[in-house]
Nanobody, 122 residues
Framework: QAQFVEAGGGLVQPGGSLRLSCAAS????????IAWFRQAPGKEREGVSC????????YYEVFAKGRFTMSRDNAKNTVYLQMNSLTPEDTAVYYC???????????????WGQGTPVTVSS
């Protein structure tokens, strides 16, 4: 079954950092645009960042710009999200998913994993 497996979440203090990983199985990440999403308790899932299939472009939501960095390692078939200067507002379950192009509707993304929870708290 093709899917992502997210890892790297945990409890971190405000101002801290985490590096999330998302390992793909059953498909190759370099064939897709890959996006990170997050869903906070009681809120809808929202996009965080997206990297195009060609690695030409990486997009970030406003709240992620300057703090988060997304990267892809095709040899490991894995994508990463380096998150710095975390705040309690970043508390959420983080997911990755694949689509044809960044910017396509949420419904077009597939291969969802179980997500990895991130809690930012003192």
């Amino acid at each position: 079954q093709a899917q992502f497996v997210e890892a790297g979440g945990g409890l971190v203090q405000p101002g801290g950092s985490l590096r999330l990983s998302c390992a793909a199985s059953g498909f190759t990440v370099d064939s897709y645009a890959i996006a990170w999403f997050r869903q906070a308790p009681g809120k809808e899932r929202e996009g965080v960042s997206c990297i195009s299939s060609s690695d030409t472009n990486t997009y970030y939501e406003v709240f992620a710009k300057g703090r988060f960095t997304m990267s892809r390692d095709n040899a490991k078939n894995t994508v990463y999200l380096q998150m710095n200067s975390l705040t309690p507002e970043d508390t959420a379950v983080y997911y990755c998913a694949a689509s044809t192009l960044c910017g396509w509707p949420l419904e077009s993304f597939r291969y969802w994993g179980q997500g990895t929870p991130v809690t930012v708290s003192s």
